[in-house]
């Protein structure tokens, strides 16, 4: 229904722990990710004046913990991004050495590195090549057992679920991971309200580019197999959940010329329809029942 080909996919669900999993995984996978798939569209790398280089840098040395006078006027004064909020209490550094896996063309990495992290890498199957951007921001075209290096951090954002065999891709990341580096999964789920409520018109679904939708005890199963712990979960659900199924129920696929997606003012919902979709998407957050959340695992 991304896509709209409304092709069917089988999928069962795991009697022990919840997971959702497709039967058969297509032959011809390649093909549910065309040129036009949202992480692989070209990136832009423009660079920052030296001016708002500084400001950036000292901005993300504050939220990341090294605090100074100076630093904290900056941050008051020029909000930071809302996802350094994923960085927040892991000990990081702006030279850490981060890895984001499932990057597709790095769209994540350059905005970090346009916010002054330096040491920067990603790793996805499905780029054509290799990319180098002129930031030292790579991302490779391999498995990730072939990296040489042990990262700090390790980041999968709405990747792991695309992975045919998640204990083998975990136990592969475990192994290039600092002894003190952190994991960091953001996933949906699929013991959450939305699913209860969607079933198969529910948009993160997403057949068949979804293997896997995992809950809180097949990811606690997956990582006490591989030799990690769950440290903390996070909820990050939003009014995505409401919007995209309640399109899947009307027929109406995500790419659509009159999707929400493609057409703020002339899709199927009202400014008040999409405010009380937030507020019921933060309400779920808070009682731990969102559509999708951050696991933050250690060795």
Known sequence: MMLGTREKFAYFKCAVCGCLQIHNVPADIARYYPNTYYSLQPQENKKNSF????LKKQRLKYCLGERSFTNKIITKLYKPPQYFKWFEGLNLKTDSKILDVGCGSGDLLLGMSKEGFTNLSGVDPFIANDIRYKNNVTIHKC??????????????????EHAENPLVLLAKIRGVLADNGCILIRIP???????????????????????????????????????????????????????????YKQGIPLNASHSFTNSPEGNIFTKEEVIQYKKLAAKLNDEQDGDQACFYLRK
């Open 51 to 54: 001016l708002k280089k500084f």
């Open 143 to 160: 498995d990730i057992s072939d990296l040489r290096s042990k990262f700090d951090c390790i980041m999968m954002h709405h990747s792991f």
């Open 189 to 247: 789920l699929c013991d959450s309200y939305a699913w209860r409520t969607y079933q198969e018109h529910w948009v993160q679904l997403d057949a068949p580019r979804h293997f896997f939708l995992h809950t809180k005890k097949s990811i606690s199963l997956l990582a006490d197999t591989a030799g990690l712990r769950i440290t903390d979960i996070v909820y990050d659900s939003n009014e995505f959940q409401f919007l995209g199924s309640e399109q």
